[in-house]
């Protein structure tokens, strides 16, 4: 997999990493890179787990199959992704899958779904996640 990679969280998330309980809410801009994706442009035999991205993918130059709400291109495990993507050049959850698995990926189709525990089904909100129901996006709570 390409190293020249762009994500709201890890540009490359390499082997036996995990990103879990992380969350993108900015815009991820990667002009000429490879792979984008709103949490990491490449998951390279790697997880990603228990995350959100309702950031901008914004990649003119880069090709759809090489961009993704969650991930670019991953070989890796995806678990529990949860995505939305108004108002950004990335079409879908990840741009390419090379192996590796995926489990329950949901695309919330409304600003006003983003804001609900419903959305988000497998989220902790007991001990890890925080949402204020209808007010907030999910948050992390301060974990000791």
């Known amino acids: ?3 020249n990679s762009t994500g709201g969280i ?20 990667s002009g000429t890179e490879s792979f984008v994706g709103g949490i990491a ?3 390279n035999s ?9 950031g901008i993918i914004k990649s003119p130059t880069v090709d759809i199959t090489c961009k993704g709400q969650i991930v670019g291109t991953s070989n890796g495990e995806l678990i529990n992704l949860y995505w939305y993507k108004a108002g950004t050049s990335a079409t879908n ?6 192996g ?24 902790d909100f007991t001990n890890i996640w925080y949402i204020n129901q209808d007010y907030t996006y999910p948050q992390l709570r301060n974990i000791k």
């Open 100 to 123: 590796g698995t995926v489990t329950n990926t949901v695309e919330i189709t409304s600003e006003e779904n983003l804001k609900k525990i419903i959305s988000y089904p497998m989220f």
């Open 10 to 29: 890890s540009g490359y998330n390499s082997s036996n990493a995990k990103i879990k309980n992380s969350y993108n809410t900015g815009i991820v801009d």
């Open 46 to 54: 790697s997880i990603i787990e228990n995350v959100y991205n309702i």
């Open 1 to 3: 997999m390409d190293g």
């Open 93 to 98: 959850v990840y741009g390419r899958i090379d």
């Open 41 to 43: 442009g490449v998951n």
